[in-house]
């Protein structure tokens, strides 16, 4: 047991091979030691075997595990909360919802009914009975009140035409899920005889986006299922070996419906979280098991018994994994740093998706792998499939690899020219919120929205709304009476502002309602909510600005104040674990900025494309000319994760034979050459994973599937195969260098492969290593 876990707890200083000599230089690269230390078993290598010897009781486990995901993990999509999270917790407009609601009640517009006719008016007496007889036959203990353009005699519920009107229904029920069945209740019965009924608002928004994003999910599932399996037979070459893979992502799956719906019980959860774990479950347990059987086969050619080769795989390939899942996972958990809802159930779910993952990537498939020994590569579509793997220094990755060790300048500058240009439309980018736009251009509730947007004055569901709370009773004080009707004569001259109406008082609290002409999202409309705030309340009375246009501002502001501290600590765990990993300072600063560079592309294309609206039509949404401003934040996460799974992996080979030969150059062309196809494989496979959710009829999950698949394909292919290469030969040996007190602390502290199983082998085959 003292074994495997000396990774988790520091242990006294010993020799490495990572080591400088005595009289190496004090700051230069470390010179490898491969043929004077002997082998000796690591913490990973006891692992793999204790995990052999144990395999039957991992195996038992995870068949409980997986019982327990299946029967009680797939009740989440019965607890995860509306499609909200967005708002900031604690703002300016947080808190003028909460003063308005104590006061007033609610007025979100739980549902909003549109009603229209081709031939009546809205004054038409036909028209009001038809609609104000429906509505009033709605029981009491469904409905706690509605307003129309009859109850109010406000035009601002008729359209311009005057053949539209709506009514806003507020539904009895002190939660969402009180709400929701208040609203099933009544649903079938808001029609009214003789005009057209649409239903909008917010419950029934939010139900359609939980449909989408439940049934997104077996959509995806089902198209990608069949396809993984094909791609991975051909990436294999045999029925077994595709199909373990596969097992792993299902447990992922699994992990991740279990973890949140664990985190229901004591937070919520937002219904989008469903959809982005799903596709890290799936995503990353396929990733890891490519990568483990990958290696295994390998191993069983060079091993004498399955014992030895499920051990060095996990000392391998396992490490690997370990210091890429904790990467990744310290990645998410950075947005737990941020009070949105959505990020924060984003994070959670996200890290314990990736910690099941990662976990059963060490666990079950090396026990999968311990009971199929050389029958993992059973059921064979092609001879080749238990063919060792080609010689060192062949094959078409090995002959690009030296062609960029080559001509390094010649790759590494026009890339970061194309990545930099396509990054370029990031630079005018607009925000603006997730609402009914999200929807598809069909969806009964985004045609409501829309019509309330264009069709009617005022933005009558949007208004820039002020809560002003006096010292005392707004009755009684004509001094304040006189004041309250001041304040909102300068609140009408506001630039921008159409019309300012008092639309509320009691006791100590009055409210006003402004109308403006631009959308509530569009950046005119958060200039206007700035002027609004600016204007000085009435004397001794403090004065809270809210609505969607304020809450979109207060967003903004809260994610801002996060997101350096959020950068920081990536970073700073992205620098400490590579460092911990390799034992250079360098490959983790140039890991960073490849990532920066590969995410600027992504969101330069992003913006052009969802921003822009340019491939609409083809990828069958409409454009609303904004990006929400979570998105970037919460893909920056995800796809900076993903990113560095692909560099350990590619650095772990690199660095292995390294450590053997000394000879930076070969090192690249044979790692590039044991991991290019493998590395293109997994983004290959990944994006038929995210490509399926792409598929979605939500624009929010369908922007954050497309906008990875352009990462997976830029960072897979440009960034790793050429960048990453032509950059470290550029560096030569300095790719490896670390100071002298560093050297010791990752001598003592370091996630090393092994203690000098893969020098001695080399030096065997290598007796005198190569110079770069």
Known sequence: MKNYLRIFAPGPAKPDRHAPTASG????????????????????????????????VVLLIAVLFAVVGGVWGTSIFAKVQTAGGFDAPGSQSQTEAALATKAFGRDAGDVVVLYSSRTL?????????????SL????????????????????????????????????????????????????????????????????????????????????????SFPVLLILLLVIFGGLVAASLPLAIGVLGIL????????????????????????????????????????????EL????????????????????????????????ASLM????????????GGVATVLVDMVAALTVLPALLAVLGPKVNALRIRRSAARPPAAEGSGGWYKLAHSVMRRPVLYAVPIVVILLGLGAPFLHVVWGGVDATALPASAAPRIVTQALNNDFPGNPTAPIEAIVQFPGPIASSPARTAELASYTSRLSHVTGVSSAKLTGARG????????????????????????????????????????????????????GRVLPWMALAVVVATFVLLFLAFGSVVLPVQAIVMNVLSLSAMYGVMT????????????????????????????????????????????????????????????????????????????????????????????????????????????????????????MRLLGDASWWAPRPLRRLYARYGIHEDDGQAAAEAGAAHPEPANA
């Open 508 to 559: 100590d609290i009055a409210r006003v309602d402004m109308s403006y002409a631009p959308g509530p999202y569009t950046p005119q409309a958060r200039v206007i909510a700035g002027q609004v705030r600016a204007v000085a309340p009435p004397v001794g009375a403090r004065a809270y600005i809210g609505g969607q246009t304020a809450g979109l501002s207060d967003e903004l502001s809260s994610l």
């Open 337 to 348: 740093l941020f009070p949105e809802t959505i990020l924060r159930s984003i994070g959670y």
């Open 25 to 56: 230089p004090m700051n230069g690269p470390s010179t490898p030691a491969h043929h004077t230390q002997p082998a000796r078993s690591s913490a990973f290598e006891a692992w793999g075997r204790m995990v052999y010897r144990r395999r039957r």
């Open 608 to 727: 052009w494309i969802f921003q822009d609206g340019h491939l609409s039509g083809l990828l069958g949404f409409t454009p609303n000319g904004t990006i929400s401003p979570t998105t970037p934040i919460l893909i920056f996460a995800i796809m900076f994760g993903l990113s560095m799974d692909y560099e350990v992996f590619l650095i772990s080979r690199i660095r292995e034979r390294y450590d053997a030969t000394g000879d930076n150059t070969g090192a690249i062309a044979s790692g590039l050459q044991r991991t290019g196809g493998v590395i293109t494989s997994a983004a290959l496979l990944l994006i038929i994973v995210v490509g399926a959710f792409s598929t979605s009829s939500i624009t929010f999950i369908k922007l954050i599937g497309v906008a990875m698949i352009v990462a997976l394909i830029v960072d897979a292919t440009l960034v790793r195969v050429l960048l990453v290469p032509a950059t």
């Open 121 to 133: 008016t809205a004054t038409a007496p036909a028209f009001r009975s038809a609609v104000t007889g």
């Open 301 to 332: 050619h060079k091993r004498d018994s399955v014992e030895d080769a499920v051990a060095r795989t996990v000392a391998t390939a396992g490490r690997t994994v370990l210091v890429s899942g904790v990467t990744v996972a310290l990645v998410l």
């Open 255 to 298: 992990g991740s419906f279990t973890a949140l719906r664990l985190l229901t019980i004591v937070t919520g959860v937002s219904v989008f979280s469903l959809n982005i774990t799903t596709i890290l479950g799936l995503g990353l347990g396929i990733d890891y098991g490519l990568f483990l059987v990958t290696r295994f086969r390998e």
């Open 136 to 223: 009033a036959a709605l029981p009491h203990s469904k409905v706690e009140s509605y307003a129309t353009y009859w109850s109010t005699g406000s035009r601002q519920f008729v359209s311009g035409s005057g053949h539209q009107t709506y009514a806003v229904i507020e539904l009895a029920g002190a939660s969402d899920d009180a709400r929701q069945a208040s609203y099933d209740a009544i649903k079938s019965e808001l029609s009214a005889p003789g005009v057209r009924a649409q239903v909008g608002g917010v419950v029934p928004t939010d139900e359609v986006i939980n449909q989408q994003a439940t049934a997104n999910i077996g959509r995806a599932e089902g198209l």
